[in-house]
């Protein structure tokens, strides 16, 4: 198996595993901001994707929803083209599926996978307030880090939410797409995917693939027997 090795560019910290010289997986994990799990997921892809692929795991820095860490996101794509990549993928869990999508909205990639990612950040915060009310506990200091990045930028709170939600931007979706959902979520609703689909199909794209798995809970590795397939098949295509 290939090692994940350290690399700084931009100024964003990566784990990059040396494969394929022409084929790339981008990797964003889920949860908050942690250089632990940015390695332990290179380490878990590169077990199956290497050395098809190049992995490079996205170390992103702590931020308000689709800051800095976004930026971060972007700079391991333009990684990948600075090796020459030509087919670009990316693979993103939970936070990660979330920022998967805004950086599709960004560049130019061959495709995107986003498994239980939050679409709408303005749906998800009434579903926080009246159905899960430990998110808010959880993700204060995400929401708090927002909110004063919105006020930085004297932007209206519901218009810069807005802006950092994909469910918004879908029209600006150009790549293929995989999503994956659990039916039995309750920290990312199975309804967050599901009004995405709905959007896509409102403006007409079709390059999509929505699976839903029924009686799955969040966080379910894409890694397992029953979803392996799908992910492989999807990039490899």
Same mark, same amino acid.
């Given at each position: 198996?290939?090692?994940?090795?350290?690399?700084?560019?931009?100024?964003?910290?990566?784990?990059?595993? %040396?494969?394929?010289?022409?084929?790339?997986?981008?990797?964003?994990?889920?949860?908050?901001?942690?250089?632990?799990?940015?390695?332990?997921?290179?380490?878990?892809?590169?077990?199956?994707?290497?050395?098809?692929?190049?992995?490079?795991?996205?170390?992103?820095?702590?931020?308000?929803?689709?800051?800095?860490?976004?930026?971060?996101?972007?700079?391991?794509?333009?990684?990948?083209?600075?090796?020459?990549?030509?087919?670009?993928?990316?693979?993103?869990?939970?936070?990660?599926?979330?920022?998967?999508?805004?950086?599709?909205?960004?560049?130019?990639?061959?495709?995107?996978?986003?498994?239980?990612?939050?679409?709408?950040?303005?749906?998800?915060?009434?579903?926080?307030?009246?159905?899960?009310?430990?998110?808010?506990?959880?993700?204060?200091?995400?929401?708090?880090?927002?909110?004063?990045?919105?006020?930085? &930028?004297?932007?209206?709170? %519901?218009?810069?939410? &807005?802006? &950092?939600?994909?469910?918004?931007?879908?029209? &600006?979706? %150009?790549?293929?797409?995989?999503?994956?959902?659990?039916?039995?979520?309750?920290?990312?609703?199975?309804?967050?995917?599901?009004?995405?689909?709905?959007?896509?199909?409102?403006?007409?794209?079709?390059?999509?693939?929505?699976?839903?798995?029924?009686?799955?809970?969040?966080?379910?590795?894409?890694?397992?027997?029953?979803?392996?397939?799908?992910?492989?098949?999807?990039?490899?295509?």
């Amino acid at each position: 198996m290939g090692k994940c090795l350290q690399q700084a560019y931009k100024g964003t910290n990566l784990f990059v595993c %040396q494969g394929n010289k022409v084929k790339a997986i981008v990797l964003i994990h889920g949860g908050k901001a942690s250089t632990e799990r940015a390695k332990e997921m290179c380490e878990e892809y590169a077990r199956y994707f290497y050395p098809e692929f190049t992995l490079i795991s996205v170390d992103y820095h702590f931020s308000g929803y689709g800051g800095k860490e976004l930026e971060d996101v972007v700079n391991a794509i333009d990684y990948a083209y600075y090796l020459s990549m030509t087919k670009v993928f990316l693979i993103g869990e939970s936070h990660g599926g979330y920022l998967a999508l805004l950086a599709a909205t960004r560049k130019d990639i061959n495709g995107v996978i986003d498994a239980y990612g939050p679409t709408d950040l303005l749906t998800m915060q009434t579903y926080a307030t009246q159905g899960n009310p430990q998110l808010n506990v959880d993700w204060e200091d995400y929401i708090q880090a927002t909110l004063q990045e919105c006020n930085m &930028r004297g932007l209206d709170i %519901q218009s810069c939410i &807005r802006q &950092r939600s994909p469910y918004y931007l879908a029209d &600006r979706i %150009q790549a293929p797409l995989l999503i994956l959902h659990g039916t039995a979520d309750e920290v990312v609703p199975f309804s967050q995917s599901k009004m995405l689909v709905e959007r896509f199909e409102a403006i007409g794209k079709e390059n999509y693939h929505f699976v839903s798995l029924n009686g799955y809970t969040h966080g379910f590795s894409l890694l397992e027997k029953k979803v392996l397939p799908i992910v492989k098949e999807f990039v490899e295509k």
